[in-house]
């Protein structure tokens, strides 16, 4: 409960879109409408593996017209812990999941004169969904799509019924890369930009926004960021009186949640900053993965994002 | 349950008063005998049956006087109203939570009927009958923020969410302690919370921004805020200051028990789900002083926040000139006995 708000649904329909994406067709158990959502938003789908818990953030693509049903794409992540691998591997028609209520931390800005949408794999998930709000809102936009090869374009024949010549393709197979210094300039002023995409593709593109002098608030863009592994460590709750191990396959929220302590979180990848948590003392090196809290929070050690960060040490505690 | 609307006044003979029901729902803000701000935020959970939070929105007595208040404001003074023009889908997000939410809770008086973006509005006590298109415009007499909330209790406020900020970017604000939308639409959180003392030192407004940036849709919360006005009016605007200013050197020993009131403002936030935008709903319940201690525990409790109330928030909140003449009224009203912790009268 402490992600918000859950809907139980029934998976409708499986596609195997490329041979590594597979969309699934969400439907609410309760028959009761799924709410609108806001383009760039995405919800934590709960798995049940055999009673392991995995939850993950999967952007929205679309909601059916009349509410009854959402789609997510899910890429199959070589060397997954669970979550993409049991999506792809278990999830039929038929099944069970819960998900959270959406959540946007990528929203379109609704003030932009013009909106260049960039994409980078399945980074395209949310980008599917701005770009179909922009044609609704009758707003000028462009999609910059990367992906290895054609085949591996997940969302290519949607895309392109829906928006003809704004949506340019990049095939790496054909030597075709997205580059800034041909799509960033003679944009007028109030342009925005919006990139999902590979870490590498989200950097490139930000730092030649900023060396094109573009101010700092046009940028946008959202990491897919996953918790890593590390090295097992102990971890102490205060406030509730329990000690439990994480795991070098789980992370810290994974392992409190273990433990029985709801810990709040939104978005399971170290953006919302739901999860901070503050540090008592830790007998090691935090381990910082999150792009919520600044330079000086993380060297001053005394606050954590749990969802994706780390002790490399011992024993962590904290005011839990 | 049907509720009895009262024909009553907000300015002239000011015949507005609340019932002996109305005054056992007041939503009586402090519950211990001192005051200071903090970040008071709660989930928007239904409350105690016949409670101001027993729904989301909350309809009473004086639904139909008010909506005529409001009318005659913005006949004065259309820019009450403003909406910036990327807020337009927060205002037709605005028209299906208080629809849905009245239709829903007050079935005796109001009705929706929904098939597809073809929508049948009912509201009975203003005798209101309308079909339009959810999402055109073109198919109702107002925009959708201005339609809708000229049949709603209560200010609004539609706040845009970008660059980690939130943006004072459309509202209804006819019935407002002393600030003004005209002035503040288009500001973001901290600008247009400049004017509060005291709040910004002491950290309340960054963790309370903090807060509403992650508001999640479907999790609403509230608070509570108060002050004090001088009659029961509710336009008490910036921009009217000559018409009310005055009242406050009305109130005279034999007067006050009934020209002074407490104001309440229920605030409630919600997380929007077309546009993520946020709405801030401020409804303002009035109690004068005679009515007020008709409750033994807020008569005590009320003289001792008063009496004990730092300068700096008085100053702030417009009390100064008629605090002391009130707390004298008060202090007859107060045995000097413990009260009870939380609102609820014993
Ligand atoms: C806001 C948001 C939206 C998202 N939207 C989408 C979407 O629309 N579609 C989509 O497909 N994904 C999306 N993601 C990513 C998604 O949530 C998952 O992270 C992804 O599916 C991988 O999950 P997993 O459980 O299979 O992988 P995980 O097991 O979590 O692994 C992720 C990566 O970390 C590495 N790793 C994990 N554990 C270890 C370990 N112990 N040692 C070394 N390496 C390790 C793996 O090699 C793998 O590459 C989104 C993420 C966020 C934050
Ligand atoms: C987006 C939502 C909000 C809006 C639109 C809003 C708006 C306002 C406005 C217009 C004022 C009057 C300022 C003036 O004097 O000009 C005010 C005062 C104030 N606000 Fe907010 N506010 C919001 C949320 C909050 C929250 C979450 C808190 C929580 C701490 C808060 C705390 C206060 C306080 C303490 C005051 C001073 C009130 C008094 O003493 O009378 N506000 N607010
Ligand atoms: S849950 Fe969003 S930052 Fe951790």
Redesign the pocket.
């Known amino acids: 409960m402490s992600g918000g708000v859950e809907i139980p649904v029934r998976v409708v329909d499986v596609e195997q879109a490329t041979e590594t ?1 597979k969309r699934f067709r969400l439907a609410p158990l309760s028959g009761e409408a799924l709410p609108p959502f806001s383009a760039g938003a ?1 919800v934590v789908v709960t798995m049940d593996d055999h009673g392991r818990r ?1 939850r ?4 929205l693509i679309d909601r059916a017209e009349d509410g009854s049903s959402y789609r ?16 792809h591997e278990n999830v039929k028609a038929g099944d069970r999941l819960v998900i959270t209520m959406p959540v946007n ?2 929203p379109i800005v609704r003030t932009g004169r013009k909106h260049l949408l960039v994409a980078g794999g ?1 980074g395209v ?2 980008i599917y969904a701005m770009a179909n709000e922009l044609k609704r809102r009758s707003a000028p936009y462009e999609i910059h799509y990367a992906m290895r090869n054609e085949a591996s374009g997940a969302f290519i024949d949607e895309l392109r019924a829906a928006h003809g010549d704004k949506l340019k393709l990049y095939r790496d197979d054909m030597q075709e890369f997205v580059s800034v210094s041909e799509i960033l300039p003679n944009q007028p002023l109030g342009t925005h930009l919006y990139v999902c995409g590979p870490e590498g593709m989200i950097e490139a593109i930000l730092k030649g926004g900023r060396e094109a002098g573009w101010p700092e608030e046009n940028l946008h863009c ?9 090295e097992p460590f102990s971890v102490v709750l205060q406030r509730a009186g329990i000690t439990a191990e994480v795991r ?2 789980q992370s810290l929220l994974e392992a409190i949640e273990e433990a029985g302590v709801d810990a709040p979180f939104l ?5 919302c900053g739901q999860c901070e948590t503050t540090v008592v003392s830790c007998d090691g090196e935090l381990d910082h993965k999150d792009h919520y809290l600044t330079e000086e929070e993380h060297a001053s050690g005394k606050k954590i994002m749990i969802c994706v960060s780390r002790l490399k040490g011992r024993e962590l505690v904290l005011d839990l | 349950m049907t509720i009895q609307f009262k024909s009553e006044t907000f300015r002239d003979d000011f015949t507005f008063s609340n019932s002996p029901e109305a005054i056992r729902r007041f939503p009586f803000p402090f519950d211990k005998d001192e005051y200071m701000y903090a970040v008071n935020i709660e989930q928007h959970m239904p409350g105690p049956i016949k409670s101001p939070y027993e729904f989301p929105i909350d309809i009473d007595e004086h639904y139909v006087a008010e909506m005529r208040d409001r009318a005659l404001v913005l006949k004065e003074d259309p820019l009450r109203c403003q909406s910036l023009p990327h807020m337009l889908t927060a205002e037709w997000d605005l028209v299906e939570l208080l629809m849905e939410s009245m239709a829903k809770n007050y079935p005796e008086h109001f009705e929706l009927t929904r098939e597809g973006d073809a929508w049948h509005w009912i509201n009975r006590p203003l005798g209101i009958d309308q079909k339009f298109t959810f999402g055109d415009t073109s198919t109702l007499p107002y925009p959708p923020m201005e339609y809708i909330t000229r049949q709603c209790q209560g200010d609004f406020c539609l706040c845009d969410q970008r660059n980690d900020d939130l943006w004072m970017d459309a509202g209804i604000v006819t019935t407002q302690a002393d600030w003004s939308l005209d002035f503040d639409v288009g500001m973001s959180f901290k600008e247009w919370h400049g004017p509060v003392p005291l709040a910004h030192d002491i950290g309340v407004f960054d963790r309370a921004l903090k807060f509403l940036l992650n508001l999640q849709q479907g999790r609403p919360v509230r608070r509570l805020n108060w002050t004090m006005t001088i009659n029961p009016r509710l336009d008490t605007s910036p921009e009217n200051y000559h018409k009310w200013g005055i009242d406050r050197t009305t109130v005279t020993p034999e007067n006050v028990g009934n020209k002074v009131h407490l104001r309440v403002e229920l605030q409630a936030l919600w997380r929007l789900p077309r546009s993520n935008a946020i709405v801030f709903s401020i409804r303002a319940y009035l109690i004068k002083m005679e009515e007020l201690v008709t409750i033994p525990k807020w008569g005590r409790r009320f003289h001792r926040v008063l009496r004990d109330l730092r300068p700096e928030l008085a100053d702030y909140k417009g009390l100064t000139r008629f605090r002391q003449m009130t707390v004298d009224y008060l202090a007859k009203h107060d045995d000097g006995a413990p009260t009870s912790p939380g609102f609820f009268p014993d």
């Open positions: 994406v995405h995995i993950n953030p999967y952007s997510i794409g899910v890429l199959r992540v070589p060397n997954s812990r669970g979550g993409s691998k049991f999506m931390l990528f399945i998930t949310p959202e990491r897919f960021l996953a918790p890593t592994g590390g070098s396959d978005c399971r990848g170290g953006a």
